[in-house]
């Protein structure tokens, strides 16, 4: 007699998992595409630079205002695109972290960075 594990904890109902994984799996795909839509942005230096990732954390824009170019001071322009692209990927991370808890309930999955 094969039990259920949510039952009693004897045994793993190996078809309720299946099923539980293959939902899960479907839930993520869509997850992936509706963040890869979606964007944030963020900007440094007051304005001058703005990076906008999209969901997937992948940079897809940068803007950088023709006053931030300063040809004797690159190295600011360069701290700047930083903290703009930094920023954002924060945020996308975040946004992703929210859209993985409304699928899990909350439960980290192993393998997903965020």
Not at 41 to 60: F, K, M, R, Y
Not at 64 to 88: G, R
Request: glycine share 8%.
């Amino acid at each position: 007699m094969q039990r259920d594990f949510g039952k009693d904890g004897w045994m793993f109902d190996l078809k309720k998992i299946q099923k539980m994984q293959a939902e899960l799996q479907t839930k993520m795909e869509t997850m992936q595409k509706e963040l890869a839509s979606k964007t944030v942005e963020a900007t440094s230096g007051g304005g001058v630079v703005t990076a906008v990732v999209n969901g997937n954390q992948e940079l897809v824009q940068l803007k950088i205002q023709p006053e931030a170019v300063d040809p004797s001071d690159l190295e600011m322009l360069e701290d700047l695109v930083v903290a703009a692209v930094n920023s954002a990927m924060e945020k996308a991370k975040g946004m992703s972290q929210e859209s993985l808890s409304k699928i899990t309930g909350g439960f980290k999955l192993p393998g997903f960075p965020f």
